[in-house]
């Protein structure tokens, strides 16, 4: 090995102390999947837009990234990004690829976006995000008359063909907000209404964003008929089902856009502040909406106890301040609607649930197992090694509690959330725990170990 690479592999491993207790204010950088959002619509918006707190980590640098490859212009001012719009068919011609980088909602979200121009686009990105399967997004953009070819297995570089988009009646079968998202953005340059039924709700800030934005759209929760049990009542049902419609084409509104804290990033530090004994931690200014807040509601039923203060909504999307303790939990079985509702902290659950009382199940996510890596397979194999008794199952995890844990050496795979997942395990284990490759929290969180050891 070269002195070189020996530096880099000694610089990015990172060792984590346990924690006596955490207490202090934990300012949480910009919201991933909104800054993502907040940068692609301003692109294809009229006029500029200025985006408040936009997160900072290396996704949405690659969105940014690349849609100044497509000819956006950008320049800061003071706290504010302002992005000068093109319209729905200005960006310019590419040869070279759109790298993406680590970033998948940055690909599937870009090859909806890019269904308005008329042109042949390649989308790349780094070794994990060509591992990872586009069928899901090409099917139905396909269905909406953009061309689309994929590398073998159905993963990228992919080739974009837009100029042609027409309106879609999409049921999809598995809440997907990526999926979603791809079709509604492509939807802005169709010229009649989409429809998107999704099975249960998932992350809506393209919705919110859209909406805020001048778009036509709606969301409204499906009801069925059923057989009331008193025939003078109306027999109707609230289902977990949603329809979502778009009138296209539409021309965007430029306009403020405001990034709340990004629940995702606050969710370790709630973890964290649960799990460390004598912790007291208020999170300010973060998300709060509930497609986003699934965790909170599970660890509500495990007996956590939060408090929000100064609930407001900005933007269109539910703000506020986080209260948290530590508490003891006791166990429970998570599936179904919730899942997509904490798809994004599931391998931190199951570090609280090496500490609940009882055993943990969670089911119905093998979504898991397509992300940045298997999370299923790595956060249990890495929660073993620190004495968790963890099994997995095709669809989820089976934890039992409470079981103390011990430093170890942790594979973090380059996975950002695995390295923060196991960060927060370390803080109650008994000895040093070491993670390799933790650069990688750069991708939604550079600050991440620096803002743990704040709080010591
Ligand atoms: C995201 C949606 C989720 C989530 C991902 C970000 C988004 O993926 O896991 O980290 O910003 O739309 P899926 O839509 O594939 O569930």
């Not at 988009?165 to 079968?173: F, I, K, S, V, Y």
């Not at 807040?293 to 900005?314: I, Y």
């Not at 620096?450 to 709080?455: E, K, N, Q, S, V």
Request: hydrophobic share 40%; proline share 5%.
């Amino acid at each position: 090995m070269s002195e070189a690479s020996a530096e880099t592999t000694a610089t990015s491993a990172r060792r984590v102390r346990p924690a006596r207790k955490l207490t202090g204010v934990v300012s949480v950088p910009g919201d991933k999947s909104i800054s993502h959002r907040a940068l692609m619509l301003a692109a294809v918006a009229r006029g500029e837009s200025r985006i408040r707190n936009l997160a900072p980590g290396a996704d949405v640098a690659s969105t940014q990234h690349v849609l100044g490859q497509l000819g956006v212009r950008f320049r800061q001012d003071g706290e504010n990004l302002v992005v000068s719009g093109v319209g729905r068919d200005g960006f310019g011609g590419v040869e070279a690829p759109l790298d993406c980088g680590n970033s998948g909602t940055t690909i599937r979200l870009l090859a909806g976006l890019l269904a308005g121009t008329a042109r042949s686009y390649t989308l790349t990105g780094d070794e994990s995000l060509r591992s990872r399967p586009m069928n899901r997004i090409a099917a139905p953009l396909h269905q909406m008359g953009v061309g689309i070819e994929m590398a073998e297995g159905g993963r990228p570089p992919l080739i974009v063909r837009g100029g042609h988009a027409r309106p879609l009646d999409l049921r999809m079968d598995v809440a997907s907000a990526q999926v979603k998202s791809a079709v509604l953005l492509a939807a802005l340059s169709a010229e009649g209404m989409t429809h998107i039924h999704e099975p249960m709700p998932s992350r809506d800030h393209t919705e919110i964003m859209l909406a805020q934005m001048g778009a036509p759209i709606r969301t409204e929760q499906v009801v069925e008929q059923v057989e009331p049990a008193d025939p003078r009542r109306r027999g109707t049902r609230r289902t977990d089902e949603r329809r979502i419609t778009l009138l296209g084409p539409v021309d965007l509104e430029g306009g403020e856009l405001s990034v709340p804290g990004d629940f995702s990033t606050a969710a370790y530090f709630v973890a964290a502040g649960l799990l460390v004994r004598r912790s007291d931690l208020r999170i300010p200014g973060i998300g709060a909406n509930s497609t986003r807040t699934g965790l909170l509601a599970v660890l509500s039923t495990m007996g956590a106890r939060f408090t929000w203060h100064h609930r407001k909504t900005v933007c269109g999307e539910p703000v506020g301040d986080l209260h948290v303790e530590a508490t003891s939990l006791s166990a429970r079985k998570v599936s179904g609607k919730l899942i997509p509702r904490l798809i994004d902290e599931l391998p931190l659950l199951a570090v609280l649930a090496t500490q609940a009382d009882g055993t943990t199940v969670i089911r119905d996510a093998a979504e898991l197992r397509h992300k940045e890596s298997d999370r299923i397979e790595l956060v249990a194999d890495n929660l073993r090694r620190m004495g968790a008794r963890v099994g997995t199952l095709e669809d989820g995890l089976a934890i039992e509690g409470p079981t103390p844990l011990s430093g170890a050496d942790i594979t973090s795979a380059g996975d950002h959330r695995i390295a923060m997942t196991l960060a927060v395990a370390a803080l109650i284990a008994d000895g040093e725990t070491e993670i390799d490759d933790a650069d990688c929290v750069r991708i939604s969180c550079p600050g991440f170990f620096d803002m743990l050891d704040a709080l010591r």
